[in-house]
C-alpha cells in the first residue's frame, strides 16, 4: 500500500514539474474553479472534460493539462500562471465548447453551458438543401 501511495505521490510531482501550466519562482497564479452545466437545464454535466492550453501571441503552446468534473460538475486546478488561457470542454452528447480567458486574478471561477449538437447540412439533399433535421422534422 505505501508503495502505491509513494509511486502516486511521485507521479503527481512529476506531472506538475513538467506541465507548461506550473509555475516559475515569483510568477503570479491562480486558483481556477469550473463549473459545467447544460444550457438547457442548468443541471451539472458530470465526467466533462476540461481542457487547458496556455497560448501566448494568439497561439496555443504545446502541452496543457486535463481535468474531469464530478457529480456536480465542478472541477478546479490551483498554480495556473496568469495569462491568457485557452479552455476547451468535451462531453458526450454535447457540443464542444472553446474559449479563451485572460487569468488575471488570484481567484476566477468560469461557469461553462453546453449546448446540444445542433443538425447537420447537407448539400445532396436537394428538396430543402442546407436545411437540418429538425428543420426537416418542423416543416412536416
Not at 465542478?74 to 487569468?103: E, S
Amino acid at each position: 500500500m505505501k508503495a502505491v501511495m509513494r509511486r502516486i505521490a511521485v507521479s503527481l510531482l512529476l506531472v506538475m514539474a513538467l506541465s507548461p501550466l506550473s509555475t516559475m519562482a515569483g510568477e503570479k497564479s491562480a486558483e481556477l474553479k469550473f463549473l459545467v452545466i447544460r444550457d438547457y437545464n442548468g443541471k451539472p454535466v458530470r465526467n466533462a472534460s476540461v481542457v487547458l492550453h496556455p497560448v501566448d501571441e494568439g497561439k496555443q503552446e504545446r502541452g496543457g493539462f486535463q481535468l474531469k468534473t464530478d457529480l456536480d460538475g465542478r472541477t478546479g486546478f490551483d498554480g495556473v500562471p496568469y495569462g491568457t488561457l485557452r479552455i476547451q470542454v468535451l462531453a458526450q452528447g454535447f457540443q464542444t465548447f472553446g474559449q479563451d480567458y485572460q487569468v488575471n486574478q488570484p481567484e476566477m471561477e468560469i461557469t461553462i453551458k453546453l449546448k446540444r449538437p445542433s443538425g447537420q447540412f447537407s448539400v445532396y439533399d436537394d428538396k430543402n438543401q442546407g436545411a437540418t433535421a429538425q428543420d426537416k422534422k418542423d416543416k412536416e
